[in-house]
C-alpha cells in the first residue's frame, strides 16, 4: 500500500525517511526551507505547521513526486506489462485524483475573485475519476483476464470500446490544460495553487503515458491472432 494511502500516516512519518524513501521529496522540501538533515526527526505535520505551510498542499506536492515512465516496454511479455499497469498507472491514478480535486477545490474557493484561478478545475477532475474509476473496473475485470486467458473473439470490440473511453478522458484532460494555461501558477500564487499545478502536470504525463502504452504496446497485440500474445 502507498504511503499515501492514509494521511495521517505520512503527517506523522519523519521528514528525514520521506526524504530517504521518495524521489523528489529533498528537493520539495528545500523550496519550502524544511529541513530534513539536522531536523530530520521532525515530524511531516510539525515541519508543516513550523513553516507556516499548508500540510494537505505539501501532501499533495510530494504525493506527485514519483518520477514518469522512463523505460520502454514493447518487448514486456503481456502479463508483466499487464502489471505494471495496474501497479503504476490505475492504482496511481486513484490516489492522486481525490488529492488534486480536494486542492483544486481549495484553489477555487480561496482566490474566487482572481480573474485567474482555473475555475471549474475541481468538477473536471470529479468526472475523470469517476470516469477512470468505471474504466478501470472494466479493464481490470473483464478486459486484462481475458487477455491473459489468450484473446477472444468479443476483444477487439471491448478494446475499441476502451479507445472510445481513453479518447474522452484525452478531451478532459485537454480541457483542464487550457483552464490551468498548461498547469502554470501566476508567479504571486500560493503554496497551495502551485501544489495543484505541480500534481496536475504530474498527472498529465502520467495518463497520456498510460493511453499510449495500452493504445500503442498492449491492445495492437491483440489484433488479429491474439492467442499468440498472452504470455
Known amino acids: 500500500?502507498?504511503?499515501?494511502?492514509d494521511?495521517?500516516?505520512?503527517?506523522n512519518q519523519t521528514v528525514g525517511r520521506i526524504a530517504a524513501t521518495l524521489p523528489?521529496?529533498?528537493a520539495i522540501f528545500q523550496d519550502h526551507g524544511v529541513d530534513f538533515c539536522c531536523g530530520g526527526d521532525r515530524t511531516l505535520a510539525d515541519a508543516a505547521a513550523k513553516r507556516a505551510l499548508d500540510l494537505d498542499a505539501l501532501i499533495g506536492e510530494l504525493a506527485a513526486a514519483n518520477p514518469v515512465e522512463d523505460v520502454s516496454w514493447d518487448a514486456a511479455p503481456t502479463a508483466e506489462l499487464i502489471e505494471h499497469i495496474r501497479t503504476r498507472y490505475h492504482s496511481v491514478h486513484l490516489r492522486e485524483l481525490p488529492w488534486l480535486i480536494r486542492l483544486a477545490h481549495?484553489?477555487?474557493a480561496a482566490?474566487?475573485?482572481n480573474g485567474r484561478v482555473p475555475a471549474g478545475v475541481a468538477d473536471l477532475l470529479s468526472r475523470l475519476l469517476a470516469g477512470i474509476n468505471v474504466h478501470q473496473r472494466r479493464e481490470e475485470v473483464g478486459l486484462f483476464p481475458m487477455m491473459q486467458a489468450g484473446g477472444r473473439p468479443m476483444i477487439e470490440a471491448a478494446i475499441a470500446t476502451m479507445r472510445a473511453e481513453h479518447d474522452d478522458h484525452g478531451a478532459v484532460l485537454a480541457e483542464i490544460d487550457r483552464?490551468?494555461?498548461n498547469h502554470t501558477a501566476p508567479d504571486d500564487a500560493c503554496a497551495t495553487w502551485r501544489a495543484l499545478c505541480v500534481g496536475l502536470s504530474k498527472f498529465h504525463d502520467d495518463?497520456?503515458?498510460?493511453?499510449h502504452i495500452e493504445n500503442n504496446i498492449?491492445?495492437?497485440?491483440f489484433a488479429g491472432n491474439p492467442a499468440t500474445h498472452a504470455a
Open 24 to 26: 523528489g521529496a529533498a
Open 179 to 181: 483552464l490551468t494555461q
Open 207 to 211: 495518463l497520456m503515458m498510460h493511453v
Open 111 to 113: 482566490h474566487k475573485e
Open 106 to 108: 481549495k484553489v477555487e
Open 7 to 11: 494521511t495521517n500516516a505520512i503527517a
Open 1 to 5: 500500500m502507498s504511503q499515501f494511502a
Open 218 to 221: 498492449l491492445f495492437p497485440r
